[in-house]
């Protein structure tokens, strides 16, 4: 099953509504909760940085027998030093997007630590795809 999801740029109020309704989905799937607890905080991870970074974004979801795998692929920035990016309170966010709460520098950090898998491709001037892989077994 594969489900897909848009991140408005322009509506950083909704941020969060994709990994609410996959909540959802997984609920009615019979998903374990501690696995709908880590995905659904990656997932939200996730959309802050395409809404704050990126200009929006998708998200796929798909749900195997063993795993589900989310990709979230944007057409942003680029993360120019993923090492960096990776450690807890580096952020590149705009005041803006701190005055709104964002940017606390734990959106990458947050994704690895409740996936089982994560993978980051990015090219600067063209975006980012993150690949995470959540275990059912």
Known sequence: MTFNYVVDPEAPERAGRASTRFKG?????????KVIRAISIAMYEGEINM??????????????????????????????DIEQAMKAGWSTASPE?????????????????????????????????????????
Do not use: Q, Y
């Open 51 to 80: 809404v704050i970074h990126a200009k929006g974004g998708t998200i796929r979801c798909d749900v195997d027998p063993d795993k589900i795998t989310v990709v979230m692929a944007d057409v942003g920035p680029g993360i120019p």
């Open 25 to 33: 989905v997984l609920k009615e799937l019979g998903v374990s909760p």
């Open 97 to 137: 997007a701190r005055e709104l709460g964002f940017g606390a520098g734990m959106g990458l950090p947050n994704m690895k630590k409740w996936s089982d898998k994560l993978l980051v491709e990015t090219e600067l001037g063209v975006g980012t795809t993150l690949t995470m892989e959540f275990n059912l077994t």
